[in-house]
């Protein structure tokens, strides 16, 4: 960890922040990466296990970086082979 980080913390304790979790934040959430997302990239990964991240991507209309949590993180796929 970086001082800076250290010294940012303690920035934040002593302006009476009593948690380590992260605040909530502004912003849009994330919609890509729910149960139904995740249930209809499974399904296209069972039906042809070769098939490229890209060809997903483009067919269902899922950006690559929110994919790539899906099938990494949340499904724990991972390649095995070329």
């Known amino acids: 960890m970086s ?3 250290v010294y940012q913390w303690c920035s934040w304790f002593k302006d009476g922040r009593t948690s380590l979790q ?3 934040r502004s912003g849009r959430p994330n919609t890509a990466n729910n149960d139904r997302n995740t249930a209809r990239v499974d399904e296209l990964i069972k039906v ?3 098939v490229k991240l890209k060809e997903i991507s483009l067919k ?3 950006p690559k970086t929110n ?3 899906i099938v990494y993180d949340k499904l724990g796929y991972r390649k095995v082979s070329a």
Request: net charge negative; glycine share 0%.
């Open 3 to 5: 001082m800076t980080q």
């Open 22 to 24: 992260n605040e909530p």
């Open 48 to 50: 042809d296990r070769r």
């Open 60 to 62: 269902l209309d899922i």
């Open 67 to 69: 994919l790539y949590e």
